[in-house]
């Protein structure tokens, strides 16, 4: 089944600890994106990567990191967590960065920071 | 810089009937497409329908089609005949081409919380 994978699911965790968030796509897409979700401010995008080893910020980059060493999968890095990034996160794949490729998103990780 | 605006945050409809979800856009690339999301309460986000800027019919999917009007940057979501599993959240999005300044960048609305009452 294609489909994009999100780990973990939920997550609670305390200011400071490093944690990693793992996305992975079997579909052979060039394209994959990471997005918070807060309450009245719709998707916002953190960090997007048109293809292996390319990666660049989106509106809200600051506090995470991203990697891209293989196609299928792109984890998003919080090196030292604070509690405005408690969040629903989102991580989406699409063939191509091209305006008409439609973006399959994962099921959410629900973050929250003590 | 794109941006997209949802201007309402909530509405209701009733069952069978047909509302409208609004959307407008601002970007000055030529080329771009608009995307609707569905996202209910379970929080899986749902592709629904595209339209791309060089369209010239408006795009359609079953009960979804998209009002797009490009002189008025406006891309307006029409439900036809809604059903109670419309209850949800719809978001508006933009992508702009893969060559353009803009590329790889998507921009979602804050989205519009639709109830459908029995």
């Known amino acids: 089944e294609a489909q994009v994978t999100q780990n973990p699911r939920y997550l609670i965790t305390v200011t400071g600890k490093k944690l990693t968030v793992t996305c992975s796509q079997n579909?052979?897409?060039?394209?994959m994106s990471w997005y918070r979700q807060d309450p009245g401010l719709g998707l916002r995008q953190i960090y997007y990567?048109?293809?292996?080893?390319?990666?660049d910020k989106g509106d809200v980059p600051e506090g995470y990191k991203v990697s891209r060493k293989e196609k299928r999968n792109f984890p998003l890095i919080l090196e030292s967590p604070s509690p405005n990034q408690t969040s629903l996160y989102f991580c989406?794949?699409?063939?191509?960065?091209?305006?008409?490729?439609?973006?399959?998103f994962g099921p959410g990780t629900r973050l929250t920071v003590l | 810089a794109q941006k997209i605006t949802q201007t309402q945050p909530g509405m209701f409809v009733q069952e069978k009937e047909a509302v409208t979800l609004d959307c407008t856009y601002d970007t000055s690339d030529q080329s771009y497409g608009l995307f609707w999301y569905k996202q209910p309460s379970s929080g899986e986000m749902i592709f629904l329908i595209y339209q791309g800027s060089y369209d010239e019919q408006n795009a359609t999917e079953g009960r979804y089609s998209l009002n797009f009007q490009k002189a008025r940057k406006s891309a307006n979501l029409v439900i036809s005949a809604s059903q109670l599993g419309d209850s949800a959240m719809y978001f508006c999005a933009m992508r702009e081409g893969q060559f353009d300044t803009n590329a790889g960048k998507s921009t979602f609305g804050d989205g519009t919380t639709l109830t459908v009452k029995p």
């Open positions: 990567s048109m293809n292996v080893e390319v990666t």
């Open positions: 989406a794949s699409s063939p191509t960065s091209g305006r008409m490729d439609t973006q399959y």
């Open positions: 579909m052979n897409h060039e394209y």
